[in-house]
């Protein structure tokens, strides 16, 4: 797994902690620690998004590390 592919799957799984918490308990970590709108918590915000593009983009495209390699799975 290459390295911005680690860090877009770090940021989507901490989008959807966050949207999950906005969700059960109606309170915005994102907000309280950086502001409501402030340009830090839309850059956050931002950053996510286009994590979430990268995760889309790549799912699919991974190679397989299996110790039978030569099985096509497809």
């Known amino acids: 797994m290459n390295i911005l592919r680690m860090i877009a799957y770090a940021l989507v799984i901490t989008g959807a902690l966050v949207w999950g918490i906005v969700g059960f308990f109606d309170y915005n970590i994102v907000a309280a ?42």
Do not use: K, P
């Not at 593009?53 to 030569?70: K, P, R, W, Y």
């Open 33 to 74: 620690l950086f502001g409501d709108q402030t340009v830090l918590s839309r850059i956050i915000y931002a950053l996510v998004g286009l994590s979430g593009i990268v995760m889309l983009a790549t799912t699919g495209h991974q190679e397989c590390f299996c110790e039978n390699s030569d099985i096509d799975y497809r």
